[in-house]
């Protein structure tokens, strides 16, 4: 009889332990993945900020030599312009690092 208990813990084990076990390593590297992948984005979005601050003082400065208000609204139109366009190019560059580490981190998932 306790062979039979001892055969039926192995068999339990077998059939449902290690996949078990595959399937908690495989949450712990995703959970890993994410967190690792979240501070790279973080400091992606700095870096963005940084970048957008220099533009902005960048523009002022120039706003503040100009000789006239024409010359002030050019370079207003331009900042706003060139702004509008790092701001699309950053979202997309957010977006595509999003994509990519979401796969990364399902990847252990997938048992890929």
Known sequence: MQADAQSAQAA???HFGEPAK????????SGRKMAENGST?????????EQNTREAFAAMRE???AKDLTDVMKIQSDYLRTQSERSMSQAREIGEL???FG???VTPMKGG
Request: proline share 0%.
């Open 41 to 49: 984005i973080g400091a992606k979005m700095i870096d963005q900020a």
């Open 103 to 105: 796969r990364d981190a």
């Open 22 to 29: 595959r399937a908690g390593e495989a949450l712990k590297e």
């Open 12 to 14: 339990f084990s077998d």
């Open 98 to 100: 999003i994509m990519r």
């Open 63 to 65: 706003a503040a030599s």
